[in-house]
């Protein structure tokens, strides 16, 4: 099926013709349009996801590069832009495995309890320092919203890598946490300890910093 | 008794309980012990209304199409010069 694709960038005439008709029905690729089409949209999904504009680029580009590889086992049963995206995703899963992987790992378990500092040990009661106020505003239109979104990013940023992995997987895609537990490495127990400890601080972050 | 005494008082039980109920389904049993401890903390009421706005802006950052994160032509031209090649190899 890509085999004809591929016969026919070898024509320039002919792959110009298909660079009209790039939209698709029998879902074909034509990467001589992918940067196009596809570049801007997997930079912003990346940068959503890894709030690092150097790396994000080189995953676009990554992504690209790989789907040309594969470019014989692309099937046409999903569009070329879902079948990209699977392959940006999984190296989006990539990053966050080597970031949260072996030290930083066991470093972001432990010191959930060490950081457990919002209640009191004995009974669970919030720590009076520690009481949820109201914010100062809520994010009700489009503008504070992007204000609120600039302080959330930076509030994630404070936090171990694993638990924004942790945190960005299970909001971004809504994955299952059976998935996430596993490419992750961590167990169920953790992981929902991770995402108590990931809103707790979050929260208190925003309290804090978005005034 | 003495375990729905112990949740009714415990903050940090509760605010566990809100997070994986917005993320999963509570046993029947937590869902009761959240709904007594809700109904008589009301720094858990707070807790609980901004953790819900945290998670819908969350989503609306992941869902957003971001149009002012853009890559530079220069790049963008580079690489699909560069797919071009590839393509001819």
Not at chain 1, 163 to 191: P, Q, R, S
Not at chain 2, 45 to 62: A, K
């Given at each position: 099926?890509t085999g004809?694709h591929l016969a026919q960038t070898d024509n320039p005439a002919m792959q110009k013709?298909e660079g009209?008709?790039t ?6 690729t034509a990467p001589n349009q992918w940067v196009e089409q596809y570049a801007?949209?997997f ?14 680029r080189d995953l676009v580009q990554e992504t690209f590069l790989a789907g040309l590889e594969r470019l014989d086992?692309f ?5 070329e832009?879902?079948?990209l995206?699977?392959i ?124 | ?70 890559l530079p032509e220069a790049f963008k031209k580079d690489l699909q010069e560069r797919i071009n090649k590839e393509l001819e190899k």
């Amino acid at each position: 099926m890509t085999g004809l694709h591929l016969a026919q960038t070898d024509n320039p005439a002919m792959q110009k013709e298909e660079g009209k008709t790039t939209t698709e029905k029998r879902n074909t690729t034509a990467p001589n349009q992918w940067v196009e089409q596809y570049a801007d949209y997997f930079y912003a999904y990346t940068i959503a996801r890894i709030n690092d504009e150097e790396l994000a680029r080189d995953l676009v580009q990554e992504t690209f590069l790989a789907g040309l590889e594969r470019l014989d086992r692309f099937e046409g049963k999903s569009t070329e832009r879902t079948w990209l995206t699977a392959i940006l995703r999984n190296k989006i899963v990539d990053v966050y495995r080597q970031r949260s992987s072996g030290l930083n790992n066991d470093n972001a378990i432990s010191n959930i309890d060490e950081q457990d500092d919002f209640f009191n040990a004995d009974d669970g009661h919030w720590k009076e320092t520690h009481y949820p106020k109201e914010f100062a505003r809520t994010p009700d239109d489009q503008l504070l919203a992007k204000e609120f979104h600039i302080v959330l990013r930076r509030c994630m940023n404070k936090l171990p890598s694993l638990w924004i992995a942790v945190f960005t997987m299970k909001h971004m895609d809504e994955l299952a946490t059976e998935n996430i537990c596993k490419e992750l490495k961590v167990t169920a127990a953790n992981f929902w300890v991770i995402v108590h400890r990931t809103k707790l601080n979050l929260r208190a972050c925003l309290q804090k910093n978005w005034t | 008794m003495n375990d729905l005494n112990k949740i009714i008082y415990n903050c940090r039980k509760a605010t566990f309980l809100i997070e994986k109920k917005q993320l999963s389904r509570l046993t029947v049993r937590e869902q009761l012990e959240l709904r007594v401890h809700i109904a008589g903390c009301s720094i858990c009421r707070t807790f609980q209304r901004q953790s819900i706005l945290i998670n819908g802006q969350v989503r609306n950052i992941f869902q957003s199409r971001m149009p002012d994160s853009t890559l530079p032509e220069a790049f963008k031209k580079d690489l699909q010069e560069r797919i071009n090649k590839e393509l001819e190899k």
